[in-house]
């Protein structure tokens, strides 16, 4: 089973519309959708802005039976190579607002246990989106210090949940396959309103795409 973690109803609602709901529940206080996606088993839980959110969905995703893991929706891009409604596929994400440096944590974004501060994630080769870098904090903003800081690391782009998400599958032992279109830009002006204009197009490229990225994941 697909199990989709989604923070927002605006980008849940690309799949729903698309899904032949069989069961809805609560669980952890998030809506828990279960039935058919592009002929495959899916549970769809839409868990709402933020890394505890995100962790939750995961779980509850988990719970349900979900074999792997897909986080979708817009993110925010962080240099020029970054372009808007470009669908990117991440290959790694980090915690950029997780620093233990000062007890000896070797980067910014290291959890505890772990050696590297970036979290792997599955990339199916049948998709071929560019792949990209992502960080994962509780802030939307346009930070000058974020931003510097989300260079530094080595992220292209960045977002509120899919770190968390990663990090739960890594200690499930599940796959976790991110794929994000993007909604703004940092330069480019405010990234606020950047979202608000450009978020409706990036989704809907990002719909058209979704069968081609449920072709590609095992269930």
């Given at each position: 089973?697909?199990?989709?973690?989604?923070?927002?109803?605006?980008?849940?609602?690309?799949?729903l519309s698309q899904t032949e709901i069989e069961g809805l529940k609560s669980m952890y206080g998030k809506p828990v959708y279960t039935g058919k996606a592009f002929g495959k088993d899916v549970v769809i839980v839409v868990c709402g802005v933020g890394k505890v959110n995100a962790a939750a969905g995961a779980c509850a995703a988990l719970s349900k039976g979900a074999d792997v893991i897909l986080n979708f929706g817009v993110a925010?891009?962080?240099?020029?190579?970054?372009?808007?409604?470009?669908?990117?596929?991440?290959?790694?994400?980090?915690?950029?607002?997780?620093?233990?440096?000062?007890?000896?944590?070797?980067?910014?974004?290291?959890?505890?246990?772990?050696?590297?501060?970036?979290?792997?994630?599955?990339?199916?080769?049948?998709?071929?989106?560019?792949?990209?870098?992502?960080?994962?904090?509780?802030?939307?903003?346009?930070?000058?210090?974020?931003?510097?800081?989300?260079?530094?690391?080595?992220?292209?782009?960045?977002?509120?949940?899919?770190?968390?998400?990663?990090?739960?599958?890594?200690?499930?032992?599940?796959?976790?396959?991110?794929?994000?279109?993007?909604?703004?830009?940092?330069?480019?002006?405010?990234?606020?309103?950047?979202?608000?204009?450009?978020?409706?197009?990036?989704?809907?490229?990002?719909?058209?795409?979704?069968?081609?990225?449920?072709?590609?994941?095992?269930?």
């Amino acid at each position: 089973m697909i199990g989709c973690v989604i923070a927002c109803d605006g980008e849940a609602e690309i799949l729903l519309s698309q899904t032949e709901i069989e069961g809805l529940k609560s669980m952890y206080g998030k809506p828990v959708y279960t039935g058919k996606a592009f002929g495959k088993d899916v549970v769809i839980v839409v868990c709402g802005v933020g890394k505890v959110n995100a962790a939750a969905g995961a779980c509850a995703a988990l719970s349900k039976g979900a074999d792997v893991i897909l986080n979708f929706g817009v993110a925010g891009g962080l240099h020029q190579n970054t372009e808007v409604s470009e669908i990117y596929l991440i290959e790694k994400a980090v915690q950029y607002d997780f620093d233990c440096t000062q007890l000896g944590a070797p980067k910014i974004g290291t959890l505890d246990g772990e050696t590297e501060n970036f979290l792997p994630l599955s990339v199916p080769e049948q998709l071929g989106f560019p792949r990209r870098a992502l960080g994962t904090g509780d802030r939307f903003n346009d930070s000058p210090a974020d931003h510097e800081l989300l260079l530094e690391l080595g992220c292209d782009v960045r977002e509120m949940e899919a770190a968390a998400i990663a990090q739960v599958c890594k200690y499930a032992s599940v796959p976790c396959v991110c794929v994000k279109a993007i909604s703004d830009v940092y330069g480019l002006g405010s990234t606020t309103d950047q979202y608000r204009k450009n978020r409706d197009f990036a989704l809907l490229n990002l719909k058209a795409r979704l069968p081609e990225i449920f072709a590609a994941l095992e269930d």
